[in-house]
């Protein structure tokens, strides 16, 4: 057995490259396949009135509009904008394709299963699931041969996480953002991999990482997903982000959730961009869609749901100031709510310009309050 070991990891032949990757870029447009979680038959987790189908499908749109305007990409989504069902071409492939599908799955399993009793692959089970059930499996099977047959070149599966032992009205344990990709094993890992850590780079300036210990460090690799390609089943790169936890504030309020929804799709697309353009595994410098933003001195504070304390978390967050020393960002999420975490972050950034803000006023400590010598260093940083 020793010495097929050996062997575990090169068995599938790589079925695409970072280096091929952004060799096309520039020369024809990058195209993207975007997958919102869940459907209208099963809607995924809820929390309230908020399901994870439609808050997917929301993601999906504003991730597709930002790569609709970049010229090096093209993008779809397999699920309609305004009703969520599947798109026509994706029902045709799927009605046209059924029994090719159906022959896939079972020779996918089959050669896998092989492979792992002949000791050419490792079995790696991070999270024991129970199966999806066999629709479910049967459309996710049916996206990676579709972005097979299509020469899609990245898949995207978007979803928002939940914790599983809370109660309906309350809010889990954990908090942020991770991505699943694909198994080292798989045929498609290097690549898939390799986006994400950009991808993670540029959500990493503003978003908590997850804090569920399975989730530590961000990309999580797994063999079983298959929407990243389980039994070896998709050739594209594939990635499946959950951009967060359902419960989190920020994502239940619909004008603080559009905003953050925007930002969290322009991260995204500069992390592509980012693995695209950049050689050096650097970390790139923020930038935050919700900037410029001019702040109004008369901002009322403390504050919920407020664009103007959304645009100043992302600006203290720039300033290396938010969250403030001692605290992380799952702690100090940016939410548009103004309480001790933006408090104490703001003050700091009074005292970093004291000359500006604190000294003009005779006033030695920061306050954290809002007031129009703020307002004006803010605008002069942030505003244009
Ligand atoms: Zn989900």
């Known amino acids: 057995m020793d010495g097929l070991r ?3 990891g090169l068995f599938f032949a790589e079925t695409t490259t970072p280096e091929a990757l952004r060799d096309a870029y520039g020369k024809r447009p990058i195209s993207i396949l975007v997958v919102p979680g869940h459907d209208n038959i099963s809607s995924g987790t809820a929390f309230g009135t908020l399901s994870e189908s439609d808050l997917n499908l929301e993601m999906a749109y504003g991730l597709a509009r930002v790569f609709e305007s970049n010229p090096d990409f093209t993008v779809a ?8 069902g599947y798109q026509e071409w994706f029902a045709e492939y799927q009605e046209r394709e059924g029994e090719a599908i159906t ?4 020779e996918k399993r089959k050669i896998f299963r092989e492979a792992v009793e002949q000791g050419f692959v490792e079995r790696h089970v991070a999270v024991e699931r129970t199966d999806a059930p066999s629709r479910v499996a049967f459309d996710l099977y049916t996206v990676n041969k579709y972005a097979i047959d299509n020469g899609i070149d990245i898949v995207l599966h978007l ?4 914790y599983a032992g809370r109660r309906p009205r309350q809010v889990g344990k954990y908090s942020g953002f991770a991505i699943y990709v694909p198994d080292k094993e798989m045929p498609n890992a290097r690549a898939s991999r390799a986006l994400a850590q950009n991808i993670a780079a540029r959500l990493s300036h503003f978003f908590a990482p997850s804090d569920m210990p399975l989730e530590k460090g961000v990309i999580v690799e797994d063999q079983e997903l298959i929407a990243v390609g389980s039994n070896a089943s998709q050739e594209r790169a594939s990635l499946l982000i959950e951009y967060g936890y359902i419960y989190e504030s920020q994502f239940l309020d619909r004008a603080v959730r559009a905003v953050i929804l925007k930002e969290l799709a322009h991260q995204t697309e500069w992390g592509l961009v980012d693995f695209f353009t950049t050689e050096t595994s650097e970390v790139t410098p923020g930038i935050a869609s919700i900037l410029p933003y001019r702040w109004e001195e008369s901002l009322s504070l403390p504050a919920r749901d407020s664009e103007g304390v959304l645009a100043l978390q992302a600006a203290l967050a720039l300033e290396g100031l938010y969250p403030p020393d001692g605290r992380s ?7 548009g709510n103004f309480g001790p975490c933006t408090r104490a972050a703001l003050a700091n950034f009074q005292e970093k310009y004291r000359a ?4 003009p006023i005779g006033l030695k400590r920061g306050t954290g309050t809002f007031g129009k010598m703020t307002a004006e260093t803010l605008n002069r940083r942030f505003g244009e």
């Not at 960002?329 to 939410?335: A, F, R, T």
């Not at 500006?356 to 000294?359: P, W, Y």
């Open 329 to 335: 960002k799952n702690d100090c999420p940016i939410s």
């Open 159 to 162: 979803h928002w996480n939940d």
């Open 356 to 359: 500006e803000i604190l000294e």
């Open 77 to 84: 989504v397999t699920r309609r904008e305004q009703d969520g």
């Open 6 to 8: 050996q062997f575990a």
């Open 103 to 106: 022959r896939f799955i079972e």
